[in-house]
């Protein structure tokens, strides 16, 4: 099967739990070209923030340059640093790709409102997204085992053909699972030198 030639994995690092969980964070994003890592680029992201997908639209356009042809963008389900999150058709609509976020099970929309109210006065708002999101999550069986994931722009056979062709070990797609490496390796070094 002939694979997706360019991917790009996203995903967030380290951060403290509470009380200590304030402040920044790195998101990272890591260009791949027949899963080979061919370049990454960092942003820092609010954790609890709102800014998560402007970052990785930021992300995503700096790897582009000088790119072209269809790229899938793999994240990490849609939340990050904590309770910031990135909206999957917003990146899409913003780069013109194919936006693949892979979770590791089924969410609880009851969890998550509960979650949301108890710790933030714009609860309604950040429930939104997962409001659009869970209700469309789909499960998979790859080659590489059960995986599950929501593609806003598409079909269940093309969204699963592009996850098999970026998947090399487990369910998780390559550029994810180095983007989430260099992610947790990056925020623990800046943490480490007081720079986040």
């Keep these: 099967m002939k694979r997706t030639s360019i991917s790009i994995g996203i995903d967030d690092g380290f951060f403290p739990p509470p009380p200590k969980k304030k402040g920044l ?8 070209l027949n899963l080979q890592p061919l370049r990454a ?15 990785a639209v930021e992300i995503v356009k700096r790897l582009l340059e000088g790119e072209s042809g269809d790229v899938a963008v793999f994240l990490d389900g849609i939340s990050i640093a904590g309770f910031n ?9 913003s780069t013109g790709t194919m936006v693949v976020a892979v979770f590791r099970g089924p969410l609880s929309l009851e969890k998550i409102e509960r979650a949301l109210k108890k710790h933030f006065s714009d609860w309604e708002h950040r429930l939104s997204i997962y409001r659009l999101v ?3 999550i789909k499960r998979a069986t790859t080659k590489r085992g059960r995986v599950y994931y929501y593609a806003p ?5 093309r969204a699963i053909r592009i996850l098999e062709e970026n998947q090399i070990y487990s369910p998780i797609p390559e550029p994810l699972r180095i983007a989430d490496m260099l992610a947790s390796e990056v925020s623990r070094l800046l943490r480490r030198m007081r720079a986040l």
């Excluded at 999150?85 to 609509?93: K, M, R, S």
């Excluded at 722009?153 to 056979?157: A, C, M, N």
Aim: proline letters at 5%; hydrophobic letters at 40%; zero cysteines.
């Design 25 to 32: 964070t790195v998101l990272a994003g890591v260009l791949t």
């Design 41 to 55: 680029a960092l942003e820092r992201v609010t954790i609890d923030g709102l800014d998560g997908t402007e970052r």
């Design 85 to 93: 999150y990135i909206d999957p058709q917003a990146l899409e609509e």
């Design 134 to 136: 869970v209700p469309r």
């Design 153 to 157: 722009s598409l079909d269940s056979i």
